[in-house]
């Protein structure tokens, strides 16, 4: 039970991008060059998972924490 609330939001959260970029590429798939399918698909799946996964799912608090706490860190003393 405990390793599912641990991935349950970041899993569905790539389950909504991977949807979203199975559904550019199958429309546009045969209409763009290859090189701009993937920068279209991988900005899209990227957005959406982080879109889903820190404002959908309310998760914003604790990766801006993180952030402050690993850049806190980082620091030297003095």
């Known amino acids: 039970m405990g390793l599912w609330k ?3 939001r970041p899993l569905l ?3 909504w991008a991977s949807a979203i970029g199975l559904i ?3 429309a546009f798939g ?5 090189i701009l399918l ?10 959406v998972y982080t879109w889903v ?6 998760e914003k608090d604790l990766y801006v924490d993180l952030l402050k706490q690993l850049s ?3 620091r030297p003393d003095g």
Do not use: N, T
């Open 6 to 8: 641990a991935i349950e």
């Open 13 to 15: 959260s790539g389950l």
């Open 24 to 26: 550019v590429k199958i």
């Open 30 to 34: 045969g209409m763009l060059a290859p």
């Open 38 to 47: 993937l920068l279209v698909g991988l900005g899209l799946v990227l957005g």
């Open 53 to 58: 996964l820190l404002i959908a799912m309310g």
């Open 72 to 74: 806190r860190g980082a």
